[in-house]
């Protein structure tokens, strides 16, 4: 890899036209979550956008339109009310990631990340594609199992048969008259769509609690939004490889500059050693590149899961999200009525084929 520019000016220059390649095009045609793969070098999608609230929307509001989960939009707005966000505020949209380790091929969820992405197969004479959405991921005693499985079914308006562990939990928790039965519809703890890996009892699916995207939610199961099921599902063949890892801390290049995520590790993992910023250096010395260490423990220390440049002379954070001019958002908040399992504003999901009904 050949050495990255020291100079502030060399810097900036890259840096500016790297911007001005994003706005010609930052991303693929279609849903705001699907991007080209680099065929430069770079592991990195998307880019930062600024918006200012308005009076009706919460966080999660525009974290849902933006194809953003709880932990994203919160944690790239620490202080801002999650519900009353306020007039004219600025609110950071964290829609720039950096890809999961290789292979990129098929689906790859990175559990800290909370963050799905799905490599299509290649098609002769068009780009490769990525399509990343944000996930709910398991609570704490429930853990996701780790490595590499393949989609083996997929179920249209599955029926849910609810584990005795889980009816004993929700016993437990005062709920004496959980059902041991959902049928299908859209108040399925399942979704209306479902795709099940190899691993036991794992499926990747919607959910009748679309807001709790982003957060620890699940018996292990990998949750989407009712609209990301919709847009998946018909994508995703039988044999599709799955993969889920455990990667608090990301490291990717762009332009000739290193940049630095770092999500707090979620527990129930035997792989969380050692501290954040001891893994952070042990995968930033393996650039060869001038590292400013001190943004890297401060990076380390906020969890910023914003890509924040680290190399010396590289911009500030604050000087990128300044070159960016918000735009207002004002759209209709998606209200109650967006609180079960089905799409909202959604064509129909094309019938697949498969069982009918999910164990």
Known sequence: ?????????????????????????????????????????????GQLQLVTADSRNTLLDIARHFDLGYEDI??????????????????????????????????????????????????????STVITFPVGIARP???????TTRIIARYKDPSWIVP????????????????DYFPPGPNNPM????????????????????WGVGM????????????????????????????????????????HQLYLSVFQ????????QGSLLAQAMDALMLYDAPIDWNRVEKGVEAKRIVPLPVDVDAPSLAGILGLIKPEKYDREPYGIEANDATPPNAPPTTQPTGAPAAP
């Open 141 to 147: 005693g429930w853990p996701t199992p780790l490595g």
């Open 191 to 210: 979704g209306m769509l479902a795709l099940e890996t190899g691993f036991s009892g794992i499926f990747i699916h919607g959910t009748n609690r679309p």
């Open 265 to 272: 590790p979620v527990d129930g993992y035997p792989d969380n």
């Open 74 to 127: 919160t944690a790239a707005n620490p202080g801002v009310s999650i519900w009353l966000p306020g007039e004219g505020t600025r609110i950071v949209v964290p829609t720039e990631f950096i890809l999961p380790p290789r292979p990129w091929v098929g689906i790859v969820v990175n559990i800290p990340q909370r963050r799905l992405y799905y490599f299509p197969r290649h098609q002769a004479k068009e780009r």
């Open 1 to 45: 890899m050949p050495p990255f520019p020291t100079s502030s000016t060399t810097v900036r220059l890259v840096f500016c036209l790297h911007m001005l390649a994003l706005l010609v095009c930052w991303s693929a045609p279609g849903r705001s979550a699907t991007f080209y793969v680099p065929t430069d070098g770079s592991t990195i999608v």
């Open 216 to 255: 620890q939610v699940s018996h292990g199961c990998i949750h989407l939004y009712p609209e990301h099921a919709a847009a998946l599902f018909p994508a995703v063949p039988i044999g599709t490889p799955v993969r889920f890892i455990n990667q608090p801390i990301l490291v990717g290049e762009r332009s």
């Open 164 to 179: 005795k562990s889980i009816q004993e939990e929700h016993r437990m928790q005062g709920e004496a008259n959980f059902p």
